[in-house]
């Protein structure tokens, strides 16, 4: 299995910007597809982006288009989530996930997840 952990989380100001990481251990980064997934209190866990692991497609919710680029680099064995233009209701507990099956692109569903770093933005 593949171990993740994310960071780069705080608090920051509404337009503001944060960039998340995702460190990988235990496999090779560049044999999985990423996702990053939030969670707000109260709310269901959603789908942020997600990268594939040749190419580097990439997809995102219609929420954060624009905002958040999410990129890898295999050579560090990391994803990251690049958030600008921050919004109050981007606030959450934030995800990053990893599936070695091409599918997890394309159903959003992932085997492996991280603990989460907490993004709070305030207005």
């Known amino acids: 299995q593949v171990q993740l952990v994310e960071s780069g989380g705080g608090l920051v100001q509404a337009g503001g910007s944060l960039r998340l990481s995702c460190a990988a251990s235990g496999r090779t980064l560049s044999n999985y597809y990423m996702g990053w997934f939030r969670q707000a209190p109260g709310k269901e866990r959603e789908f942020v982006a997600a990268v594939t692991r040749g190419v580097m497609i990439t997809r995102y919710a219609d929420s954060v288009k624009g905002r958040f680029t999410i990129s890898r680099d295999n050579a560090k064995n990391t994803v990251y989530l690049q958030m600008n233009s921050l919004k109050p209701e981007d606030t959450a507990l934030y995800y990053c996930?990893?599936?070695?099956?091409?599918?997890?692109?394309?159903?959003?569903?992932?085997?492996?997840w991280g603990q989460g770093t907490q993004v709070t933005v305030s207005s």
């Open positions: 996930a990893a599936d070695s099956d091409p599918r997890a692109y394309g159903s959003l569903k992932f085997d492996y």
